[in-house]
């Protein structure tokens, strides 16, 4: 019995002793903090060797070699360390992880996840005839006797609202669990700043939000409400929901059945959103099937004004060439978004003057990407490409982490091409100017956020990893403690 | 529970039938002259004269009730439990009680307010959630109340009086909750009032793929608009009424239970709660460890369980948590669907796993009751208030303590001698 209370009190304790130390953390210091590093890549001119960064009240303050230390500063002293800005990703997903009790969860331990689902289902050949889906392979069921498992096995949550084709008024914020483990695994690999982008399930989906990978609650939401997303191609199509129900057992063709399935049906209803905008602006009635929901329609109308940015993810080239065609048609500036075809479209990008936030590069796609029909002609040498073109771009891990993280993107377009310099431009100042945060972040200089981090040996180098990582001049990562 | 079998008031028919009883400790006959039906007002009311009189009782709605100790407004257990009831309600508390009235002893006994369970599907017939459109805001739970039920009974015997029938998780807003008891002055169950807090959800189950919302940002978003709509008295969808719940609500009126059992969904009622000025209660939490301190002083209070004996360590340290940054806690038990002494059963586990035993004791009692807005009336033993009373055997927190007898409105609506509980 006592030994039983010892346990319990030493759980407690522990629990206990964690959340301090959350807190402590959270609430930081914002007092004065010197770092002192072999390197400084400011992004705002030459790096600087030997140099020092001093930070007060959460913004850098000076930047330069030989700067005299305030009096009672924290100094973080790291003699081989180099020093970039804090990564940015501008077309970041973050898992949404749904509790577990969202209504039978195939999958033990952990939490779902869409990503899990999805990798879960592509990890079995649905094709091959004598495949039996399980709960587990996250596959379809294939009889009515199987219709129980229906609501279990498919992904009927994803962070856009699959209600409607056209859900601009929707925000991504809304999905996003600020606890998710996404964001630590972010800040590990020096990812300071996310844009959230929409899922690419619908035509026409909702606002992204840019955030801050860590520090307390309060200051991690940088902008609630951003771009709205487009997407062309396959996947407004294939990602969508649709009714599973097999033919005469489910009821008539509800709103899940209302879905464009070609590329022409997507097409559709993007023009036939705005044109309803448009009608009802003009004050005429909207009508038909796909019409935007109510609540779409001012949303539209500040796109078409240019007050709330565009962004349209296209993979192919016939889909790079949509958007392009689709936006002439309505005078809108849009972002493009992943474009793995985007070599193939070089002159029509430049001459359009659509920045391109590229990515991810890979050889094999993974997860739901590899479901795409999207994926076959994917080049390495795409960020070397663009910028040969001198196209504005940045590049994205989009849902990857870790290995195949941010910083291993760049990586890679280094290994195929682009110099070092062009390649951390392009997760740090490039990324920080789409999002409107020009000097704000992405550089190392007088005036900007103190997003900073510090790499063992070159950001770029293989064996190189963030010691100590910093948000708005608070140490949120730090090796060894 | 092999008690409700037995047990002398039927709540099927209403009839009387107090249990046989001799001396000080019985249930004067004159309370059964009050559960007659209706119609005969006129001959109870003769009855009422004639039993009185013929008791020789100067005032015979009056009764002391005798035990060792009672849980006093803190929590605590404290010495002295003589407690006077005047009717329906508590007149004194301690000191000396007036010589000549009958006294309902209990040597050794705890004396605890009626426990709460703010959150419950006790007594519900059917389903507790419309499935055409989330937001139902007209929809009122005491449609749904079956005052025959017969786990009332159960619930009754297991010492809860007061209960929240409340819409399900599965509506962005379930509609309205109904606050019912096991018992009232005439012994039947009965609604105590359909004005209760209004019902929302922002669980996973409200994710529907067949209606909208069917995403977390749909969910948020509808219900921003619900409540924009509302503050700029437009019409919408619906047409608010005058005495609309959700107009109620988004006014700051109207309190709102919220089912959001992640960090993410309580951070999500809090951002709710600023932006509108609403009055909110999380319930069903299990996530506090990344919440607690964020919480605090920004909701009305908290609903943390149901619990039981399996509940994981995450979810049973939360109530603890909440409690120690200064957020009122309340505690749900899980009934129907548990076993009747799953109320008490969580308040134990809560307690084992950090939270204090008088919060533990208030978290089904007093703080409940205040979070359903009927603080004034029951939750607590101290004059002025409906006299709810759990007779235990020891502390309501000790798993061994037993029920010997509950008083709902005054009247001895059960007893274990008389259920055959006596051991």
């Known amino acids: 019995m006592t030994s039983m209370r010892f346990v319990i009190t030493a759980v407690l304790g522990l629990v206990l002793l964690t959340f301090s130390a959350a807190i402590a953390v959270e609430k930081g210091d914002t007092e ?37 230390v305030p009096e009672g500063a924290r100094v973080i002293a790291r003699p081989d360390g180099v020093v ?36 879960e289902y592509a990890a079995h050949d649905h094709s091959d005839p004598d495949h039996v889906c399980t709960p587990e392979c996250g596959g379809r069921p294939v009889s009515s006797a199987d219709m129980p498992l229906a609501s279990a096995t498919l992904p009927t949550f994803t962070w856009t609202e699959q209600s409607s084709e056209v859900t601009p008024h929707r925000l991504v914020i809304d999905s996003v669990n600020l606890f998710s483990n996404d964001f630590a695994r972010l800040l590990k690999g020096g990812v300071t700043t996310v844009y959230v982008s929409a899922d690419s399930s619908e035509v026409i989906g909702g606002r992204g939000t840019i955030l801050k990978t860590g520090g307390p609650l309060s200051e991690r939401v940088v902008r609630r409400a951003d771009a709205v997303k487009a997407s062309l191609g396959g996947d407004p199509s294939d990602r969508g929901l649709r009714n599973f129900l097999p033919p005469y057992y489910g009821p008539p063709p509800s709103i899940l059945t209302r879905r464009p399935t070609t590329r022409m049906g997507v097409e559709w209803v993007f023009r036939k959103a705005f044109y309803d905008a448009q009608r009802v602006q003009d004050g005429r009635e909207i009508y038909g099937a796909d019409m935007p929901p109510r609540q779409a329609i001012p949303v539209l109308l500040q796109v078409l004004a240019g007050e709330v940015p565009l962004r349209i993810q296209a993979r192919l080239q016939l889909d790079i060439f949509t958007a392009l065609r689709l936006t002439a048609e309505f005078n809108l500036k849009f972002t493009l978004e992943e474009a793995t075809e985007a070599y193939r479209c ?33 080049r390495l040498n795409s960020p070397k490409q663009l910028a040969d073109a001198g196209i504005e771009f940045a590049l994205t891990a989009q849902e990857l982490r870790d290995e195949e993280g941010l910083v291993r993107q760049a990586m890679l377009a280094v290994q195929s091409g682009l110099t070092p310099e062009q390649a951390l431009r392009a997760v740090t100042a490039t990324p920080a100017a789409l999002l409107g945060l020009s000097d704000q972040a992405g550089v190392v200089a007088p005036g900007a956020a103190a997003d900073l981090v510090v790499w063992s040996s070159e950001p770029l180098d293989a064996t190189s990893r963030p010691l100590v990582v910093l948000i708005n001049g608070r140490v949120v990562l730090e090796e060894g403690n | 529970m092999r008690s409700s079998g037995s047990i002398g008031v039927s709540p099927v028919t209403g009839s009387i039938g107090v249990p046989p009883v001799t001396g000080s400790i019985g249930v004067p006959p004159v309370r059964s002259c009050l559960s007659l039906p209706i119609m005969a007002v006129a001959l109870s009311a003769v009855v009422l004269l004639m039993t009185a009189s013929a008791n020789g009782q100067a005032d015979s709605a009056r009764r002391v009730l005798q035990a060792a100790a009672y849980v006093d407004a803190e929590g605590q257990i404290a010495k ?29 006994a705890v004396l605890c307010p009626g426990l709460i369970d703010c959150h419950s599907a006790l007594g519900a017939l059917g389903g507790l959630s419309e499935r055409q459109q989330a937001v139902q805001p007209r929809v009122n739970a005491r449609d749904a109340f079956d005052r025959y039920a017969r786990q009332l009974r159960l619930a009754l015997a297991a010492g809860v009086t007061t209960f929240a029938l409340a819409p399900d998780d599965r509506n962005l807003i379930g509609g309205q909750m109904a606050i019912c008891q096991t018992a009232g002055p005439d012994g039947r169950p009965r609604l105590l009032t359909n004005a209760g807090p209004l019902k929302l959800s922002l669980s996973a189950q409200t994710f529907r793929p067949d209606r909208d919302p069917t995403s977390r940002s749909g969910a948020l978003g509808l219900l921003r608009e619900t409540l924009e709509v509302l503050g700029v008295g437009q019409s919408s969808s619906f047409a608010p009424l005058g005495d609309d719940p959700v107009a109620a609500f988004a006014a700051g009126r109207l309190t709102g239970f919220v089912t959001a059992p992640g960090g993410a969904d309580v951070l999500a009622c809090l951002q709710l709660a600023q932006d509108y000025g609403l009055r909110l209660v999380p319930i069903h939490t299990v996530d506090a460890r990344r919440v607690a301190e964020t919480v605090a002083g920004r909701v009305a209070g908290i609903v943390i369980g149901p619990f039981d004996l399996t509940t994981g360590q995450r979810a049973a340290v939360a109530a603890g948590l909440f409690a120690r940054h200064g957020t009122p806690v309340a505690i749900a038990g899980g009934l129907p669907t548990s076993p009747p002494d799953s109320l008490r059963l969580a308040a134990a586990v809560a307690a084992r796993a950090g939270l204090a035993p008088p919060a ?64």
């Open chain 1, 32 to 68: 004065v903090i010197v770092i002192k590093a072999r390197r400084i890549h400011t992004l705002n001119g030459a790096p600087i060797d030997g140099g020092t960064v001093v930070i007060r009240n959460g913004r850098i303050e000076a930047v330069g070699r030989d700067l005299a």
């Open chain 1, 84 to 119: 970039t800005p804090g990564l940015i990703d501008a077309c970041c997903t973050i898992d949404p992880e749904i509790p577990e009790e969202a209504t039978g969860w195939p999958f033990e331990g952990g939490q779902p996840s869409l990503w899990r689902w999805l990798g």
């Open chain 1, 346 to 378: 070089l002159p029509q990008l430049k001459q359009a003057g659509v920045p391109v936030i590229f990515g991810p590069l890979y050889m094999t796609p993974k997860g739901f990407r590899s479901l795409t029909d999207e994926v076959s002609r994917p």
């Open chain 2, 80 to 108: 002295g439990g003589v407690l006077v009831i005047d009717g329906e309600k508590i007149v004194q508390l301690g000191g000396d009680p007036p010589a000549d009235l009958p006294v309902d002893a209990y040597p050794g």
């Open chain 2, 360 to 423: 533990a004791r208030r978290a089904i009692t007093a703080v409940p009751a205040e979070l359903l807005g009927i603080g004034d009336r029951v939750g607590e033993l101290s004059a002025g208030h409906q006299a709810d009373v759990v007779v235990f055997s020891g502390d309501p927190l000790d798993l061994r303590s037993r029920v010997l007898a509950v008083y709902v409105a005054g009247r001895r609506a059960y007893w274990a001698q008389a259920a055959g509980e006596q051991r």
